[in-house]
């Protein structure tokens, strides 16, 4: 069964760091790949998507994510957070054009001021 | 504006009491689904309808029923609550796929207490 790895839990980082969450899905098909954020209190809104094309996506506020086919990955990255970026962040991937979205667990990212 | 309504926000209610959460959709789309989110489980999907009538089960259908009469509306129904359905609930909507949009819209979601 296709499924999609966080390995992450729990970040923790200061201001002005940069972020890295890794996202790793189990599928050989063709995939649509989404991050998506949930502030505290709010609901899941979507960050950023790749469906095809430029395997460097760029999301809002300031977030990038790169597809790497060989390496079943899609990684979000920040070169530098800010304490607003507190949230959760959940990894989401379609496969074969299906309605159904399989997600990860989520990784609670803490910015400290 | 382009929103996925529901209702209530926050429910208390006591074991066995049926209750209906509503989800609304303004976007015409075809997919609709359910979600709970529980800490440390991240989003599991409940139920899920491709269109009117049509109704399949995801990941943890049960103790919970949906119904999908309309494109719009699709109410996830808890016939007799139980402690452990205790969660936070998200309904979700997107276009058909092969427009390029499969992005999923959510509600502001639904947090739901069985005493």
């Known amino acids: 069964a296709q499924s999609v790895s966080q390995h992450n839990h729990h970040v923790i980082l200061s201001e002005a760091a940069s972020l890295e969450l890794g996202c790793n899905y189990s599928y050989g098909g063709t995939v649509n790949l989404f991050w998506y954020v949930q502030y505290p209190g709010q609901h899941l809104q979507l960050l950023l998507k790749y469906f095809s094309g430029d395997p460097l996506v760029k999301g809002i506020k300031g977030f990038e994510a790169e597809f790497i086919k060989s390496k079943f990955s899609f990684n979000l990255r920040k070169p530098s957070v800010q304490w607003s970026d507190t949230a959760e962040y959940f990894c989401a991937v379609n496969v074969d054009s299906n309605y159904q979205l399989i997600w990860g667990a989520g990784t609670k990212l803490i910015i400290k001021p | 504006e382009a929103q996925v309504t529901q209702n209530p926000r926050y429910l208390i209610t006591v074991t066995g009491k049926k209750l209906t959460v509503t989800c609304s959709q303004n976007m015409n789309h075809e997919y609709m689904s359910w979600y709970r989110q529980d800490p440390g489980l991240g989003l599991r999907q409940i139920y899920y309808s491709m269109n009117v009538e049509v109704t399949d089960k995801g990941d943890v259908p049960e103790g919970y029923k949906v119904s999908r009469k309309e494109k719009r509306n699709f109410p996830l129904i808890l016939e007799s609550p139980s402690p452990n359905q205790t969660s936070l609930y998200f309904c979700?909507?997107?276009?058909?796929?092969?427009?390029?949009?499969?992005?999923?819209?959510f509600g502001q979601g639904t947090r739901l207490t069985v005493v």
């Open positions: 979700a909507s997107s276009a058909q796929i092969g427009t390029g949009n499969t992005e999923a819209f």
